[in-house]
């Protein structure tokens, strides 16, 4: 089996429009299943090659599926929906190169880390995204995908997420700049909360949302964040986990739920891959 690299391919109009492609060519000629990652880094910060240091980007070739990684524009330029919409656009980039990349068009799963969570989240609850009526052929495909893997992923980016379940007294860092706003006064106002609403993943679940696991680096003892926890774990708590997964159990639809009380079993990623790649 041999791994062909792209590196810095242009995705999308922008400069952070970039992505590298890891293509697994099967010797018998088969098109491959894909990973899609996106960096985190609070949408400021942050690089695609991150994820090369991952055990589940060497388990992933090993077991051939192939893996892309890729960047996106930062909220220190382009607020919401910016970032969101580059995640759409680069899985239709993806797909749309299934021929010549020897990828399997129905096997494409996206993972990510934080901001890069959140933004793969949104796009595989949202569904597909293609606009038929596009004159660019990326736009017409499908923005779907068969499974998602997050990794200290929020579900949220409403601050009105936290009501009941926190009583402590961070807001999410950057959340002003994600909106495009002067400052956290103003995110109460009225406009601000429809497009709070607009960017949350989890608003947007229902009965196709495809299968995922979250994997948290925190403890998970009680449902409710701990008031005294520091801004990095109220973000990234279980608890962003564990609230979505009471709407994926309404629907029956398969949810693994994992943290450091329960931590990921080895292989167990790839595994699950596998099996929805189906």
Not at 69 to 79: H, V
Not at 186 to 207: C, G, Q, T, W
Request: hydrophobic fraction near 40%; proline fraction near 8%.
């Amino acid at each position: 089996m041999k791994v062909v690299e792209h590196k810095d391919v242009a995705y999308g109009p922008y400069e952070r429009n970039v992505l590298d492609a890891y293509l697994v060519l099967r010797e018998d000629g088969k098109p491959t299943p894909v990973l899609i990652f996106f960096h985190g880094g609070g949408y400021v910060h942050g690089d695609k090659s991150v994820f090369l240091s991952t055990a589940l980007m060497k388990e992933c070739l090993e077991a051939g599926i192939s893996v892309v990684t890729c960047n996106y524009r930062f909220i220190t330029t382009d607020p919401f929906p910016a970032p969101m919409e580059d995640g759409t656009r680069a899985i239709q980039f993806v797909r749309n190169q299934a021929a010549e990349w020897k990828i399997d068009p129905d096997k494409i799963a996206s993972s990510g880390s934080s901001a890069g969570g959140h933004i793969a989240l949104w796009n595989a609850l949202k569904g597909n995204l293609a606009k038929p009526d596009s004159e660019d052929p990326v736009e017409r495909t499908s923005s779907a995908v068969c499974a998602f893997i997050g990794y200290g992923t929020q579900v949220s980016k409403d601050q009105r997420f936290y009501e009941g379940i926190y009583e402590g007294p961070h807001i999410q860092p950057n959340i002003a700049m994600f909106y495009g706003i002067p400052s956290v006064d103003e995110l109460y106002r009225p406009d601000v909360l429809k497009l709070a609403e607009e960017a949350s993943a989890i608003n947007f679940m229902s009965e196709a949302a495809p299968p995922i696991v979250m994997i948290y680096d925190f403890v998970f003892d009680l449902p409710r964040i701990p008031a005294e926890a520091p801004v990095g774990e109220v973000i990234h708590h279980p608890m962003h986990g564990y609230v979505l997964k009471q709407r994926y159990d309404e629907y029956g639809i398969p949810f693994v739920f994992r943290h450091t009380s329960d931590p990921v079993r080895p292989g167990e990623l790839v595994d699950f891959l596998l099996e929805h790649f189906g």
